[in-house]
């Protein structure tokens, strides 16, 4: 849901990582003897990535290697987000450049997974032609058999969407990894039903995972040396799972404590947060461990309460600001970013400015923001007329960034002269002879390197000046 952002290159931090749009799997072994190679990229949320993590798994089980050569790859996929229009269009143009691989190397076989599969296999498979494979988030076990079946001349479909499938026993390939940070996926789908999106058609209801597996998924990690693990879900707060045996129900609250327990140095992050389901319990297990980080990713996706009705987000305006309010109090120095939908269907000028507000209200410390795009197959869709015109939409979507880039640049300039603890992820992109590493609140902070660390070191960071993205500073002595 994050592509078409303006924003997403200069406020960071971020869920999905624009930049990363398209990547391809490249942790590979050049040493490989596997007989067949796969190409993959993915496109969409950071759990269309985590995603691509467990299909390279299970390919690698079947006896498949990665390569970053599209023109080497017996198999190439491509692993879909059909939340925004761009997403799709992006993907159709992938296609045909994959058609003309196929056409130069037949045999090839291409296979398109995830969000998109179930809405547009018939097009893809049967109208376009583009494809062998189509195959939807709960099926990617089935792939080995699928691609062996394609290679046999029949259709490789499944798209069938589970009410227990979590991918639990799968020890992900880690993409595109720095060796710091990690994603753990602890639960799929997703049951609110909001009325402009897709995600609850694509990647069914909600069920979560076993809690012991992501535990031993967090240690596993901690002891090939990643320090930090963000706990991925479509409405994470929603988490709940019975022990099998006992029938003890294990909350997200307590998960986190769990997670937590791993070990003091490994960070514990969360996304994404429904406004209605965060508790206080989940506040408190973030308070109370100065492992789990001070942040929330907590989407209000507009400010007015008639709006809100309309999405069926299932709490209004007041309510919201109760919750931003019980934050704050538990943790005056927790960050709270956002998603903003602006031009929803009937939207007035008066109800956009409801939504400038709550995001002078909230404070965000950043925001992904889009104007309203109508998907297939939503009760938007079928319900209510698109009608904001769109100069209307983009003239409204640059007022709420240009707001939340000055706020976003306040309290940053509020940093100045903090010190913070910074987990070091690498180097930063403008220069080989500075680190970048976050803080607890998610902020991105950059230093200059003093020969004497590496990355996954925690060190401290004296802030000494800021920009509306990025914090900047200095090493000094804990």
């Known amino acids: 849901m994050y592509n078409d952002n303006p924003t997403i290159e200069r406020l960071a931090p971020k869920v999905v990582d624009e930049s990363a749009q398209g990547k391809v799997y490249?942790?590979?072994?050049?040493?490989?003897?596997?007989?067949?190679?796969?190409?993959?990229?993915?496109?969409?949320?950071?759990?269309?990535?985590?995603?691509?993590?467990?299909?390279?798994?299970?390919?690698?089980?079947?006896?498949?290697?990665p390569t970053r050569d599209l023109e080497a790859a017996d198999l190439i996929l491509i692993n879909t987000?059909?939340?925004?229009?761009?997403?799709?269009?992006?993907?159709?143009?992938?296609?045909?450049?994959?058609?003309?691989?196929?056409?130069?190397?037949?045999?090839?076989?291409?296979?398109?997974?995830?969000?998109?599969?179930?809405?547009?296999?018939?097009?893809?498979?049967?109208?376009?032609?583009?494809?062998d494979l189509v195959v939807g988030p709960d099926a990617?076990?089935?792939?080995?058999?699928?691609?062996?079946?394609?290679?046999?001349?029949?259709?490789?479909?499944?798209?069938?969407l589970s009410r227990e499938e979590t991918y639990a026993d799968i020890n992900p390939l880690r993409l595109q990894s720095n060796g710091v940070t990690a994603f753990i996926s602890i639960m799929r789908g997703c049951d609110n039903m909001c009325s402009f999106c897709v995600v609850p058609y694509t990647r069914g209801r909600e069920r979560s995972r076993s809690a012991f597996s992501i535990v031993a998924e967090a240690t596993d990690l901690f002891d090939r040396g990643f320090r930090e693990v963000t706990l991925l879900g479509q409405n994470v707060d929603s988490y709940k799972w019975a022990h099998p045996e006992t029938g003890q129900?294990?909350?997200?609250?307590?998960?986190?404590?769990?997670?937590?327990?791993?070990?003091?140095?490994?960070?514990?992050?969360?996304?994404?947060?429904?406004?209605?389901?965060?508790?206080d319990d989940v506040l408190y297990a973030m308070r109370d461990h100065q492992n789990v980080c001070k942040y929330i990713h907590l989407p209000v996706q507009s400010g007015n309460s008639r709006i809100l009705d309309l999405?069926?987000?299932?709490?209004?305006?007041?309510?919201?600001?109760?919750?931003?309010?019980?934050?704050y109090e538990i943790m005056p120095d927790c960050a709270i970013s956002s998603d903003v939908i602006t031009g929803?269907?009937?939207?007035?000028?008066?109800?956009?400015?409801?939504?400038?507000?709550?995001?002078?209200?909230?404070?965000?410390?950043?925001?992904?923001?889009?104007?309203?795009?109508?998907?297939?197959?939503?009760?938007?869709?079928?319900?209510?007329?698109?009608?904001?015109?769109?100069?209307?939409?983009?003239r409204r979507l640059q007022e709420i960034i240009n707001l939340q880039t000055g706020i976003s640049h306040e309290l940053n300039q509020q940093d100045i002269g903090k010190t913070f603890r910074v987990l070091i992820e690498g180097e930063s992109k403008r220069s080989d002879e500075d680190w970048k590493g976050r803080n607890s609140q998610n902020k991105m902070v950059i230093f200059a390197k003093d020969g004497t660390h590496r990355p996954g070191d925690y060190v401290h960071v004296r802030v000494t000046a800021a920009s509306s993205a990025t914090l900047l500073g200095h090493h000094v002595q804990s």
């Open 26 to 65: 490249e942790a590979f072994d050049t040493q490989s003897d596997a007989s067949k190679r796969f190409y993959i990229e993915s496109y969409g949320c950071q759990m269309n990535f985590s995603d691509s993590e467990i299909v390279a798994s299970i390919l690698g089980e079947a006896g498949y290697g």
């Open 81 to 131: 987000c059909s939340i925004r229009e761009k997403a799709e269009d992006t993907v159709r143009k992938r296609l045909r450049v994959f058609d003309k691989v196929k056409r130069r190397r037949p045999g090839t076989m291409v296979g398109v997974l995830g969000c998109m599969a179930e809405r547009l296999k018939a097009k893809f498979l049967e109208e376009e032609k583009l494809v």
């Open 140 to 160: 990617y076990r089935d792939l080995p058999k699928l691609v062996a079946g394609a290679e046999e001349g029949d259709r490789g479909v499944n798209v069938f």
């Open 249 to 279: 129900v294990v909350t997200f609250a307590e998960l986190l404590t769990l997670t937590a327990a791993v070990d003091p140095d490994l960070r514990v992050r969360f996304s994404t947060s429904h406004p209605k389901d965060i508790t």
């Open 311 to 327: 999405m069926n987000r299932t709490y209004d305006r007041a309510w919201y600001q109760q919750k931003i309010n019980r934050i």
């Open 344 to 394: 929803f269907c009937t939207e007035t000028e008066e109800e956009h400015r409801d939504t400038l507000t709550m995001i002078d209200y909230a404070r965000y410390s950043m925001s992904y923001m889009f104007y309203y795009s109508e998907r297939p197959g939503t009760p938007a869709a079928r319900k209510f007329e698109d009608d904001v015109p769109l100069a209307v939409k983009k």
